[in-house]
């Protein structure tokens, strides 16, 4: 079957770095995403890996292994507005997005 | 650009009601719609997967009687939620891509309340 991995819960200190892992397993892969998803709200890209290797966009950057099934998503300078749900998705060989179950990410002053 | 708008918002119904929230592509043709609904602090649940002109493509468990979808032109989609039930209150999101994208564009959301 298909499966996508991240933790459930995480915390980190306003102003500090955290790193979000992302496992998975799926029938086919044609690229990974994160997704930002703050309470009552819908998701909101962050970024999109297709190659091994690590984007960087401002404070967020997006790390890709294809051999290892794994990916992660740095968050530096955390912010308050920062504190949400990080959905990890990878695009299966049917074009159709597997989405993982979320990672809330508490920030503490 | 790659904006989605769905309406309504927020919609509270008496059960056994039916009630119809749209999702609108206003800057792009999606060929592709999706539907989702999200319970509290759980993920995304994709219901069906809707393509311009032709039927939906319903997920195993969900109930394509019950759960009406609508993609008639290329810049809306339609889910109609039938006899609805307190069970179905839910967060209803719309996703859609155009042809060739890989990304989806979320809609702002529906928060559905049936009492």
């Known amino acids: 079957g298909q499966n996508i991995d991240q933790p459930t819960e995480m915390t980190a200190t306003e102003g500090a770095i955290v790193q979000i892992n992302c496992t998975y397993q799926?029938?086919?892969?044609?690229?990974l995403f994160w997704y930002q998803q703050h309470a009552g709200e819908a998701p909101t890209f962050l970024s999109y890996?297709?190659l091994d290797g690590l984007e960087e966009k401002g404070r967020f950057s997006s790390f890709l292994s294809r051999s290892k099934g794994y990916s992660y998503l740095l968050l530096k300078e955390l912010q308050m507005k920062d504190s949400a749900s990080y959905l990890c998705?990878?695009?299966?060989?049917?074009?159709?997005?597997?989405w993982g179950a979320g990672t809330k990410l508490i920030i503490k002053p | 650009g790659a904006v989605v708008s769905q309406h309504p918002s927020r919609v509270i119904c008496k059960s056994g009601t039916s009630v119809k929230i749209e999702c609108r592509s206003l800057?792009?043709?999606?060929?592709?719609m999706f539907w989702y609904r999200q319970f509290p602090k759980q993920s995304l649940m994709l219901m069906a997967t809707?393509?311009?002109?032709?039927?939906?493509?319903?997920e195993q468990g969900v109930e394509k009687d019950k759960f009406l979808i609508n993609h008639a032109s290329l810049t809306l989609s339609t889910l109609t939620v039938t006899s609805a039930h307190p069970e179905d209150s839910s967060f209803y999101i719309c996703?859609?891509?155009?042809?060739?994208?890989?990304?989806?564009?979320f809609g702002p959301g529906t928060r559905l309340t049936v009492t």
């Open positions: 799926t029938s086919g892969f044609n690229g």
């Open positions: 890996n297709v």
């Open positions: 996703s859609a891509k155009g042809q060739g994208d890989y990304e989806q564009y």
């Open positions: 998705a990878v695009l299966d060989s049917n074009y159709q997005l597997i």
């Open positions: 800057d792009f043709q999606a060929t592709t």
């Open positions: 809707s393509n311009e002109g032709s039927k939906a493509t319903y």
